[in-house]
């Protein structure tokens, strides 16, 4: 049944592949004590040729592995695990490193994200309408009472993205993303691999002037466990981020701020 949610996206897939591809879509999902989530993920992503999913386990300490080996005996999923736990950023470094799709997809395994919302991030980059995408539950739909410290927060890197790149991005710590492969040399010589780790990819994205497009989709609540961001944590990485991007850029930043005032 879930096919048909995706029937659009599989013909889409059909008409531009070409024989030198061997997959038009990477799904990689970094895992870590999702043991009640990850399993209804797996059974719920796309299915097809074109397409390969790949779950990257960062040392998961409950029975993450148990459920993912569940569906693994079905679907044709790549296992990728780390012996010891290396944080968010690198489990995606990790998948993009194994990855073989055109597009590059990310999402997170918590359940907040839809599989069917898949297509609205990759159709722009294989119609050639962006580089980047970035899932916006402002443009789309959230099911749950937001916290105002994560909305403010989200306002502020909106603003400094604004001001010193000209785009406005306003679910900037969105998960949800897919990349065209030609530029995932952004993913080079990373910085942060923890909570900047979003806004770090943004910044660089702009710096080599790639087009960075939200699309709308649907962001539930988290039913099992709790997330793991430390707010004033968050803050300093993400200001240590600017910080660092500024003075790489500063000639750079200023033209741009003339523009802007």
Same mark, same amino acid.
Do not use: W
């Given at each position: 049944?879930?096919?048909?949610?995706?029937?659009?996206? #599989?013909?889409?897939?059909?008409?531009?592949?070409?024989?030198?591809?061997?997959?038009?879509?990477?799904?990689?999902?970094?895992? #870590?004590?999702?043991?009640?989530?990850?399993?209804? %993920?797996?059974?719920?992503?796309?299915?097809?040729?074109?397409?390969?999913?790949?779950?990257?386990?960062?040392?998961?300490?409950?029975?993450?592995?148990?459920?993912?080996?569940?569906?693994?005996?079905?679907?044709?999923?790549?296992?990728?695990?780390?012996?010891?736990?290396?944080?968010?950023?690198?489990?995606?470094?990790?998948?993009?490193?194994?990855?073989?799709?055109?597009?590059?997809?990310?999402?997170?395994?918590?359940?907040?994200?839809?599989?069917?919302?898949?297509?609205?991030?990759?159709?722009? %980059?294989?119609?050639?309408? $962006?580089?980047?995408?970035?899932?916006? /539950?402002?443009?789309?739909?959230?099911?749950?009472?937001?916290?105002?410290?994560?909305?403010?927060?989200?306002? %502020?890197?909106?603003?400094?993205?604004? %001001?010193? !790149?000209?785009?406005?991005?306003?679910?900037?710590?969105?998960?949800?993303? $897919?990349?065209?492969?030609?530029?995932?040399?952004?993913?080079?010589?990373?910085? !942060?691999?923890? #909570?900047?780790?979003?806004?770090?990819?943004?910044?660089?994205?702009?710096?080599?002037? !790639?087009?960075?497009?939200?699309?709308?989709?649907?962001?539930?609540?988290?039913?099992?466990?709790?997330?793991?961001?430390?707010?004033?944590?968050? $803050?300093?990485?993400?200001?240590?981020?600017?910080?660092?991007?500024?003075?790489?850029?500063?000639?750079?930043?200023? /033209?741009?701020?003339?523009? #802007?005032?």
């Amino acid at each position: 049944m879930k096919d048909i949610y995706f029937s659009e996206m #599989y013909n889409h897939l059909k008409k531009i592949k070409t024989k030198q591809d061997q997959y038009s879509i990477s799904i990689i999902i970094p895992v #870590y004590n999702e043991e009640k989530t990850i399993r209804k %993920i797996l059974i719920d992503l796309p299915k097809n040729e074109d397409i390969e999913i790949i779950v990257i386990d960062d040392n998961s300490l409950d029975n993450s592995i148990k459920e993912i080996d569940k569906v693994k005996k079905q679907y044709d999923i790549k296992l990728i695990r780390h012996k010891k736990n290396q944080g968010y950023g690198k489990a995606i470094l990790m998948g993009i490193k194994n990855s073989k799709g055109k597009v590059i997809v990310t999402m997170d395994s918590d359940g907040q994200h839809r599989p069917e919302d898949i297509y609205s991030l990759v159709k722009p %980059i294989l119609d050639k309408e $962006a580089d980047f995408t970035i899932g916006s /539950r402002y443009l789309g739909k959230y099911h749950y009472e937001l916290p105002i410290t994560t909305r403010f927060g989200e306002v %502020i890197i909106e603003k400094l993205i604004r %001001i010193f !790149y000209g785009q406005k991005i306003t679910n900037n710590q969105n998960g949800f993303r $897919a990349f065209d492969r030609n530029i995932i040399h952004i993913f080079d010589d990373i910085q !942060y691999h923890g #909570y900047a780790f979003a806004t770090e990819l943004i910044l660089k994205a702009k710096i080599y002037g !790639y087009i960075i497009k939200e699309c709308p989709i649907s962001v539930y609540s988290r039913q099992f466990g709790s997330s793991g961001i430390i707010l004033n944590v968050l $803050a300093l990485n993400i200001f240590s981020c600017f910080i660092r991007y500024f003075l790489k850029n500063l000639k750079s930043f200023i /033209r741009k701020l003339l523009i #802007y005032f």
